[in-house]
């Protein structure tokens, strides 16, 4: 496995927190909230309304995943102290383990902004793939960005280090904006490729609707577990759709989720995919338990939120100070604060 962006994940963390000592610091322990769904940069698909019924297969295969979180544990005069974990988790022979890379604590500023992500994105990922998306970013979008590097190193290093099994990624196979560039995304496939794993994308939530509806919201009768498959979806340049979109009931009374598999695999196969994900792995609610659990071990709790913060204060000397909240100022027990 090739460690050079975690290694650098920690130097930079170390450098953008030496700048900070002695300085106020502003607590605040509220989550960084996920992109714009890029679902909107498509156009109304039209919904083949045959079903695929499921048939799970217990043959032994390795079902992995890995997911990111943010959190934003401060504010300074200059920029924001930010924290960002990733986890990756993997099911075999009936046992699920587990790796956690973070949390990684860095201050980011209108001035350091640029060369830090700049400084990540060369350490791992090919300058020319992705050089210059930094250019206009706004400094809310950094906790994001960041992030964003650390899972798609993830996904990277499961498509390389699997063989014949299954990986599983939140969110969708869309590409094309700053957040995705088209090339990373394709490394990422073409890496899974070459080792026979095939990648599912669980789309937790989707605006995308046919007749008015939300796909989500297709009736599927009493057929379960079995996917609906999304015909006529024709993105918007510069995005791509690198999968193919299904809408997913995977159990009995549970929830439907959009599904997205990577279209260069034959029909056949995407479909023997999810039935060898239903013979190897537990469902929650229709939800996969390997990527459920990759999702919970990188959350920050309110505990680590904590010891974040101390560390910060008694490491480098920070002073804290208490900025009025204006919205209870303002309207007194009316004030909720931001959402």
């Known amino acids: 496995m090739d460690t050079a962006l975690p290694q650098h994940f920690t130097e930079q963390s170390i450098y953008t927190l030496k700048h900070l000592e002695g300085r106020t610091f502003q607590l605040n322990q509220q989550t960084i909230q996920q992109p714009h769904s890029l679902d909107e940069l498509t ?17 032994e295969t390795t079902v992995a995943a890995c997911d990111t979180s943010t959190m934003r544990i401060g504010e300074t005069a200059t920029g924001m102290l930010i924290a960002v974990r990733g986890a990756a988790v993997w099911r075999q022979n009936k046992k699920y383990r587990y790796m956690r890379l973070g949390p990684f604590v860095f201050h980011v500023t209108e001035e350091n902004k640029a060369q830090l992500y700049d400084t990540l994105e060369k350490s791992y990922f090919d300058a020319t793939h992705g050089h210059g998306h930094h250019f206009g970013l706004n400094l809310l979008q950094m906790p994001l960005r960041i992030a964003g590097l650390l899972e798609r190193w993830q996904q990277v290093m ?61 009736c599927f009768g009493r057929n379960s577990p079995s996917l609906l498959h999304i015909l006529g979806l024709r993105p918007k340049p510069p995005i791509v759709l690198f999968g193919d979109v ?88 009316f004030g909720r604060g931001e959402a």
């Open 158 to 218: 499961l498509a390389r280090t699997l063989d014949s099994g299954l990986i599983l990624l939140d969110g969708s196979l869309t590409a094309g904006t700053g957040d995705t560039p088209v090339q990373r995304i394709r490394e990422i496939l073409a890496h899974a490729g070459r080792s026979r794993n095939v990648i599912l994308a669980f789309s937790k939530m989707t605006s995308l609707r046919a007749g008015g509806r939300l796909i989500t919201d297709a």
């Open 246 to 333: 299904y809408v997913a009931r995977l159990s009995k009374g549970g929830c439907a989720f959009r599904l997205d598999i990577d279209k260069e695999n034959p029909f056949e196969r995407r479909i023997e995919a999810v039935e060898r994900l239903l013979g190897n792995d537990v469902f929650s609610q229709g939800y996969p338990e390997t990527l459920r659990l990759a999702h919970i071990l990188c959350t920050f709790t309110a505990n680590e939120v904590l010891a974040m913060q101390h560390f910060a204060v008694r490491r480098y000397g920070l002073q804290i100070i208490e900025r009025p909240d204006m919205h209870r100022l303002l309207f007194g027990p």
């Open 43 to 59: 156009q109304t698909p039209q919904i083949k309304m045959d079903l695929i019924t499921l048939t799970p297969r217990h043959e």
